[in-house]
């Protein structure tokens, strides 16, 4: 039997792409098999998911039409070793390994001229609401790069960029919400200096991202617009906003993600 998906890896955003794929329907549980190293990574992919899960990369690729490359980027080397001599000619790969490139993965496979697509996910994938970027390598098709859309976004929303732009995803959105988490660490901390029990101030922080998260989503205005709706001439909120106009909260966000895009091209291969 021939597996049309094989994960390369069965780890949290594995999970979370597996969850999407069966949610809609794109592929069955008995369609997809995974590997990996990990007992319990494994155990949770046969027992919650119902996909067949093995140690052996190469038999994982062996076994399967379509490969979606999920380790850790300090594993590449030794996945695409396996994979090397495992993956038939032609073999579309989808690959989320971060700061890993078309042209690396194609030329480390090289004899097998792979169809690449790479994509750059985030952690809310893991609750359905994701945000990926995705690129084509030289030699993927139409069909799979419309393939890969479906994939990521069964999970949330899918984009096409350049690859050369990928960094710039990572920054916005792959980093992007450890910023919003930061944020809310910020505002549940101000609030205990003003006398909000912690537990407490962390409840309202939460939840107030989640329903500005929800009002973004469900709204049609745009993001000025829906601040400022929420900015009163001469209210609280406005007090708040020119704080942050005079700290250059504009500036400082602009720093934090040139940093991060920085690294990213440190980190590329």
């Not at 190293?37 to 990369?57: G, M």
Request: with cysteine.
């Amino acid at each position: 039997m021939e597996f049309q998906l094989a994960f390369i890896g069965a780890g949290n955003m594995a999970e979370a792409i597996a969850r999407g794929i069966l949610a809609s329907g794109i592929f069955t549980a008995p369609q997809m098999i995974a590997c990996d190293p990990n007992a319990a990574r494994r155990q949770v992919f046969q027992t919650q998911l119902a996909i067949r899960a093995i140690e052996s990369t190469s038999e994982a690729a062996t076994l399967a039409s379509r490969i979606l490359l999920a380790v850790k980027p300090q594993k590449i080397d030794e996945a695409l070793g396996e994979l090397q001599g495992a993956i038939k000619p032609h073999t579309p790969v989808l690959s989320i390994v971060a700061a890993i490139t078309t042209g690396f993965i194609e030329g480390q496979l090289i004899a097998k001229a792979p169809r690449l697509i790479r994509i750059m996910p985030n952690t809310p994938m893991l609750a359905g609401a994701g945000a990926s970027g995705l690129c084509a390598g030289k030699l993927a098709t139409p069909e799979d790069m419309a393939l890969a859309e479906r994939i990521f976004g069964s999970c949330g929303l899918a984009v096409r960029v350049e690859e050369r732009l990928m960094d710039a995803v990572t920054s916005l959105s792959g980093s992007g919400p450890a910023y919003v988490f930061y944020l809310a660490e910020a505002m549940a901390a101000a609030g205990v200096r003003q006398g909000l029990p912690p537990d407490i101030a962390a409840q309202l922080a939460r939840q107030t991202i989640i329903g500005a998260g929800a009002l973004l989503a469900q709204s049609t205005d745009d993001v000025p617009t829906l601040r400022q709706k929420v900015t009163s001439p001469g209210g609280f909120t406005q007090a708040a906003v020119q704080a942050f106009e005079q700290g250059d909260l504009e500036g400082l966000v602009a720093r934090a993600m040139d940093s991060a895009l920085q690294r990213g091209k440190e980190l590329s291969r």
